[in-house]
């Protein structure tokens, strides 16, 4: 009776907690498979851990630039937190904070900027093996509102030429019209210019009679949450 207790416990330990092994031959890294979506300014771990869990503070934990392995964003090594060679760009904004003992290696990054997006490579070695793994870090940055304006259009039977412009978005955002009735109007051009900094801004105009509805919309957005709706009534601005 007490010892099949005893098992049960022991079985319900084994499934919750997580086994931490003595550090093995070879292992592997476990990431998330999409990408990491994150805001400007607000913090973002970029997960990685260790496959079979085991302490990782023996071992040299480097993050760095996919594209650029001169780039590193953080370097563990030696039992401690090498300050050279990182890349002053991530100086003071990166820690590992997840736990090195219980072989989580995942890379705090705080104060996110545009130039952050990308690919990281998460890469950890020991005496006798290592493994990389990449993540991709996306950066979300919501545009200004968008700004509407009405032009005659000449020789079009009194129709308008609205035309829809926003700027400062990353990634590309998604152009919508609109009619009163909140039915799309497809419209398939919209320019779009990218910035020095990478910000993405679009524009799309459209050929409009007045009378088919009182005003138009235009949304420019990059997900449910993150969109600018503008309204115009082009009636108010045509003069015949
Ligand atoms: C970034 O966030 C910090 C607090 O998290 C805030 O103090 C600071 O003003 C923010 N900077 C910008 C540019 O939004
Ligand atoms: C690893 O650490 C990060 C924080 O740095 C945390 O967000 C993540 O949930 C941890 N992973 C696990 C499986 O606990
Ligand atoms: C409508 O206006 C845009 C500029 O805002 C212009 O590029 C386009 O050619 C105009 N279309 C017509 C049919 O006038
Ligand atoms: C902009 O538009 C072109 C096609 O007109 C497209 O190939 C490109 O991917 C778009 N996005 C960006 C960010 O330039
Ligand atoms: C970031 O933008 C993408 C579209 O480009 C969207 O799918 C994603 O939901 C946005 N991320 C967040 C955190 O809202």
Redesign the pocket.
Known sequence: MRSGVSLRVMILAALTVPIIVQSPEIFTLSVPHGPILTWLNSSV?L?C?LSPLFNAEPLEVRWYRAKDFDSTAFLYKDHKIQEAPVDPRYRGRVSL??GLERG?V?L?LERVTLEDSGEYVCYVSSDQWYERAIVLLTVNVTGSEPVLSVAEARGRGGQVNVTCSSEGWSPQPKLTWRNKEGTEIRNGQVLNTTDPQGLVSVSSWLLYSPSDSDWLSCTVSLSGEEKKETRVQPHVYRYT
Do not use: H, I, V
């Open positions: 771990s997960s851990e904070t997840g989580n995942s705090t």
